[in-house]
Each structure stands twice: as structure tokens, then as C-alpha cells.
Nanobody
């Protein structure tokens, strides 16, 4: 069964940090590029970051060095470290598999809520 399960979302104050995790079925993790996308209130879903199976990465411009994507191939897990969070980072963050560094694939997780508020 194909699964992507996100965790780690929370409510934090501006300037805070979070680590998001996405545990994936091995069948869709080992050979695929993994990505994080987000959808804020009233906004379209957008790419945050992606990482290939070889470790090459791509980040959205708004990340500006604040977020880091990584993957643990032994655990079939991809991470997104969020630092220096801003109120505009408030969104549901989704894990994705099967796409490329600039576009999503067919597999989506259920999402995890990140709320940045003072």
C-alpha cells in the first residue's frame, strides 16, 4: 500500500522552528524525488522544497535559506526543517513523491498544519 504520512506540524511564534517528517512506503521512496508543498489560506498549493534520491535539492525563492530538506533513505523518511518562521509561512504542508525538483508527482500525504502566530 502506498503511503505518505506527515507529522510535526504545530503552532509556533514568529521566529520559531519546527521539523516536519514524512514517512513513506519504501516502494515510492527509494527511487523517487521527494517534495514538500504547502497551501496557505485562500492560496494555491506551492512548492517549498524537493530532493532527489541522490540528494540534489531545489528550494522555492521564499525559503531564502530558512528551510532545509533532507532524507534518510534507511528510514524512507524525508524531513523539512523550518527556521525563522514567519506568519506568512502558515499553511498546510504536504509531502509528495514521484515528481521532479520543480513539479509534483502523483502521491500526496494528508498534510500537516503549521501555524505561525504571536
Amino acid at each position: 500500500q502506498v503511503q505518505l504520512v506527515e507529522s510535526g506540524g504545530d503552532s509556533v511564534q514568529p521566529g520559531g522552528s519546527l521539523r516536519l517528517s514524512c514517512a513513506a512506503s519504501e516502494s515510492i521512496f527509494s527511487t523517487n524525488t521527494m517534495g514538500w508543498y504547502r497551501q496557505g489560506p485562500g492560496k494555491q498549493r506551492e512548492l517549498v522544497a524537493a530532493i532527489t534520491k541522490f540528494g540534489s535539492t531545489n528550494y522555492a525563492r521564499f525559503v531564502k535559506g530558512r528551510f532545509t530538506i533532507s532524507r534518510d533513505n534507511a528510514k524512507s523518511t524525508v524531513y523539512l526543517d523550518l527556521n525563522s518562521l514567519k506568519t506568512e509561512d502558515t499553511a498546510v504542508y504536504y509531502c509528495n513523491s514521484g515528481g521532479g525538483l520543480w513539479y509534483p508527482g502523483d502521491y500526496w500525504g494528508q498534510g500537516t498544519q503549521v501555524t505561525v502566530s504571536s
